[in-house]
């Protein structure tokens, strides 16, 4: 496998993984305390760690920008 396809291949899953999280993210404000609420807070708590220590590694962020 080229070395740019894996590059390409890796910054496509951090994008999946985003448009997930994003999702997950809308369910849990929109829905309340639908799997209870440490659960909820959990769920944001890893999601912010994605957004803040994981993604920026991929270079989204800067293309965003």
Known sequence: ???TAREHLHVIGLILYSYMWAKMVAVVLK???QQGEDFDEAK???AR???Q???PYSG???LAA
């Open 60 to 62: 989204i962020v800067n």
């Open 49 to 51: 760690f994605f957004n």
């Open 31 to 33: 829905s309340g305390n």
């Open 44 to 46: 944001l708590q890893t």
């Open 53 to 55: 220590r994981l993604l």
């Open 1 to 3: 496998m080229d070395a």
